[in-house]
């Protein structure tokens, strides 16, 4: 075998490679979860946070706008504090709601963000004070048959 | 009464034999890193073992990736349409391809076709004395014929994974999309939503060039360390085949442990 022949196959062999790594990078797999773009970090506490993950989505009016980033447990209001990144381009007033959410009925759970009216805007390591907790589906249907028995 | 102290000696002997050996391939690894610089020099000697390793796999790489996707998207299916979530065949397929079975089947392959031609050639020029040739000639037989095939093998298995992925995603889409008719977008956007590029494709081409490391230097420590003769070479080529599948086998549960934690 001819070394130019060599060199070709070599090169068609490297470029398809590499052609399979891209289809991999951004056909299959999205490649927003690198996350290069410039973001901020919020924090919500929270009653419960049921079944909410860390890298679950972080959604506003159904649109992907941040992610989690880390759940951690406070030990002096017994809540769990989620702290999440928002993308820059993405600023939301001060009275904004967080609440979890779950998509679909047994889907996996996010964040929603309800934006409120303010005029000053949530900032790097801002806490939304406004939130509400997970449904837990055990309370429902206890609550549920508490007061079906009071009746 | 000598049966114990027999067994005994036996297992005794067989442990040093074992540590002597990973002993001598730790060093050899050490050498051949060495002697990469002085290799690379002379790189169409590397591009001749891509093409050797690389280019020549490529077939059975693409058949069996094929035939990988298109079982999965069969079995998939079946599986899937029972709790009626058939929509989810492309999660399915895109998560076990590029998480496990890529990097698994594609290495094993690799071993079985590539590893096993390397350490037959290197045993050959060992036994027919040419390795010892080159070093009379001042021609380090290390950076010559060694350092140049296992860098082509390290840099061909994460290509050659990549592609067994990526024909298996394609066998899965034709089995699902086509022939049984899931929706396209479904397919491809509950994919996309559920692939991560750092936490499934990125630690799948790192698991593929662990595994091309670890078949690399398997397959050219056999070599360079065979009985010199017709039924060593042999022997070597057989260690090469079951060393690699079972380092990639029980590599590849290190690495997922670490990897994949089930945290999500």
Redesign the interface.
Known sequence: ?S?TA??L??G???V???A??L???F????????NSGPSYVLQAPFDNIGGL???APVKSAGVVVGRVSEISFDAETYRAVVRFTVDARYAFPRDTIATILTSGLLGEQYLGLDAGGDIDMLKDGDTVQMTQSAVVLEKLIGQFMFDKAAE | MSALPDILRSIGARTVEGIWRLGFAARFFVLVLLYSGQSFRRLHLTIRELYFSGVLSLLIILVSGLFVGLVLGLQGYETLQRFGSSDALGVLVALSLTRELGPVVAGLLFASRAGSAVTAEIGLMKTTEQLKAMDMMAVSPIARVVAPRFWGGVLSMPLLAALFTAMGIFGGWLIGVVFIGVDDGAFWSQMQAAVDFRYDVLNGVIKSVVFGIAVSLIAVFEGYDCTPTAEGVSRAITRTVVSSALAILALDFVLTSFMFRGQS
């Not at chain 1, 056909?27 to 690198?34: D, E, L, N, Q």
Request: proline share 0%; charged share 20%; glycine share 10%.
């Open positions: 075998m070394r060599l060199d196959w070599v068609f062999f490297v398809i490679g590499a399979a790594l289809f991999l990078s056909k299959v797999g999205s490649f927003s979860g690198f993950k860390v890298r």
